[in-house]
């Protein structure tokens, strides 16, 4: 799926049931932050796993080419927000996210 950079979706960080919009090409973990959204995060190239949650709803794809996940993390619905690109709405759990 190519992304398209004028794309902008909303996405949901639950259980706070925060909100943001994602857009264009900016990873999951920028638009967070742009969005007033705290996600943890530390290295911010997808290796160190800080920022790690599940995906409830929604696709995502990567900047990079090997993020620090399994296939079969993956496949249980792990993300690495950080070097994640929304392709369509998201919900995504993650139960330290914080309104800054
Ligand atoms: S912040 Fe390190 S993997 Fe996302």
Same mark, same amino acid.
Request: hydrophobic fraction near 40%.
């Given at each position: 799926?190519?992304? $398209?950079? +004028? =794309?902008?979706?909303?996405?949901? &960080?639950?259980? #706070?049931?925060? $909100?943001? +919009? =994602?857009?264009?090409?900016?990873? &999951?973990?920028? #638009? ?69």
């Amino acid at each position: 799926m190519s992304h $398209a950079p +004028d =794309a902008c979706y909303q996405v949901r &960080v639950e259980p #706070a049931g925060l $909100a943001f +919009d =994602a857009e264009g090409a900016l990873t &999951v973990l920028e #638009a967070a932050e742009m969005g007033r959204v705290e996600l943890p995060s530390s290295c911010r190239n997808g290796t160190c796993r800080t920022c790690l949650c599940q995906l409830r709803e929604g696709q995502v794809s990567y900047t990079v080419e090997w993020p620090g996940l399994s296939a079969e993390e993956k496949a249980q619905g792990w993300i690495l927000p950080c070097v994640a690109v929304a392709e369509s709405n998201l919900v995504l759990e993650q139960p330290a996210a914080r309104a800054t």
